[in-house]
């Protein structure tokens, strides 16, 4: 239960991730046009607060419970006073900006619950394939769950554009490279070293994406010479969004936990120590 938990928790982790760079960018595009001098030294006091109270209390309880767990691999490095607060004072006002920017967003639509409608539509469409993907790789030790999940994976591409009446250019820009990420993938799973699986995941999503990227604008510069617009996969907003949703899906991958060791912990008997001799 606790591998399967862990396994749902990757999942959503890397789909938020994909889906994050959209949301944000269409927010701060927004925010930049409503900025003003009020909104600038309000962000600047919280990040001050989150700075130097909120950010060294969660580091010093995160020191505290990693000591507990974990007392000899506990980094106790202490950095200097003007670092420390440069690093926190940036991450906090980054995250004073990302808060205005994802406000923006749900603002703009005219009505709170508009916004947060889109918002979550907006999240949920691009989460949709890379969670399908993840959990497909995760689900490919048992037979009896891998095909049903494989399934679903490839096709949760066509099922998002159906949902969200995506034009026939989409579901095809969407589904080539899903799909090839989808089968590198179950070669890294059942190849690489699992603690590691998630990062060349990463890679391989990087690497589809920027070829994929390459070939689609190949592809439309040769359509528009020969004057076939209605076949081009891309235009310049919606490329620029698929390099965001790519973007994203590597940097979810890079970060989020493998579930792998969940699975070990709990798994892995516990070592039987030898009796000592005389």
């Known amino acids: 239960m606790l591998a399967g938990i862990a396994a749902?928790?990757?999942?959503?982790?890397i789909s938020i991730c994909a889906a994050a760079p959209e949301f944000i960018w269409e927010g701060?595009?927004?925010?930049l046009g409503h900025v003003s001098r009020t909104d600038l030294l309000a962000a600047l006091l919280i990040g001050l607060v989150l700075a130097f109270?909120?950010?060294?209390?969660m580091e010093h309880a995160r020191l505290l419970l990693a000591r507990l767990q974990h007392p000899q691999h506990v980094d106790h490095r202490q950095h200097d006073a003007l670092f420390a607060a440069g690093l926190a004072l940036a991450f906090a006002l980054t995250s004073i900006c990302l808060h205005e920017a994802m406000t923006a967003y749900i603002s703009a639509r005219g009505s709170r619950d508009a916004g947060l409608a889109a918002g979550v539509e907006l999240t949920v469409s691009w989460a949709i394939v890379p969670f399908a993907t993840t959990i497909a790789w995760l689900a490919v030790?048992?037979?009896?769950l891998a095909v049903p999940t494989g399934i679903f994976a490839a096709a949760s591409s066509c099922l998002t554009t159906w949902l969200y009446s995506w034009p026939v250019q989409s579901a095809i820009s969407t589904t080539i490279p899903s799909v090839i990420i989808l089968g590198l993938g179950y070669r890294?799973?059942?190849?690489s070293p699992r603690q590691r699986v998630f990062v060349r995941c990463a890679r391989s999503v990087a690497s589809v994406g920027t070829i994929w990227l390459i070939v689609a604008v190949v592809f439309d510069t040769t359509m528009g010479l020969f004057h076939l617009?209605?076949?081009?996969?891309?235009?310049?907003?919606?490329?620029?969004?698929?390099v965001r949703y790519y973007i994203g899906w590597a940097i979810g991958l890079a970060l989020a936990p493998s579930p792998y060791r969940q699975a070990e912990s709990v798994t892995s008997p516990t070592p039987v120590v030898p009796p000592s001799h005389p």
Do not use: K, N, T
Not at 53 to 57: A, G, M, Q
Not at 141 to 144: D, G, K, S, V
Not at 188 to 191: N, Q
């Open 141 to 144: 030790r048992p037979l009896w």
């Open 28 to 31: 701060f595009r927004l925010a």
């Open 53 to 57: 109270f909120v950010e060294p209390v």
């Open 229 to 242: 617009d209605r076949l081009e996969l891309y235009d310049a907003p919606s490329f620029w969004m698929d």
């Open 188 to 191: 890294h799973i059942l190849r």
């Open 8 to 13: 749902l928790i990757a999942a959503v982790w």
